[in-house]
């Protein structure tokens, strides 16, 4: 059964820093591209970030690019969001998500993920 487990997420302030964490089971992590998505009260979810298995190529939302880092550690089964010089605009529940290998589509597709976490809240207060 494969696993999805957000981590990390809080309250912060304005130009503040988050790291979040998801840690996956089940599945062959280096496998698979992995992703973070995220949903605002009221908001249809959209894309943050990618990074394909092997960690070399990463993709950013023109929003968040420069200010945040996706990152992944296949020994840990881990991936990572830096978040730096958060704005309030980034309050919202955080997923991260999997997708096998066989999917070729883009990556900014939630619809190309299989499986994704339960999700967790990130708070910027201004």
């Known amino acids: 059964q494969v696993q999805l487990v957000e981590s990390g997420g809080g309250w912060m302030q304005a130009g503040g820093y988050l790291r979040l964490s998801c840690a996956i089971s089940g599945r062959t992590f280096s496998s698979y591209a992995m992703a973070w998505f995220r949903q605002a009260p009221g908001k249809e979810r959209e894309f943050v970030a990618a990074i394909r298995g092997s960690g070399y190529t990463t993709y950013y939302a023109d929003s968040v690019k420069g200010r945040f880092t996706i990152s992944r550690d296949n020994a840990k089964n881990t991936v990572y969001l830096q978040m730096n010089s958060l704005k309030p605009e980034d309050t919202a529940v955080y997923y991260c998500?999997?997708?096998?290998?066989?999917?070729?589509?883009?990556?900014?597709?939630?619809?190309?993920?299989?499986?994704w976490g339960q999700g967790t809240q990130v708070t910027v207060s201004s």
């Open positions: 998500a999997s997708r096998a290998p066989s999917r070729f589509g883009r990556f900014d597709e939630s619809l190309e993920y299989d499986y």
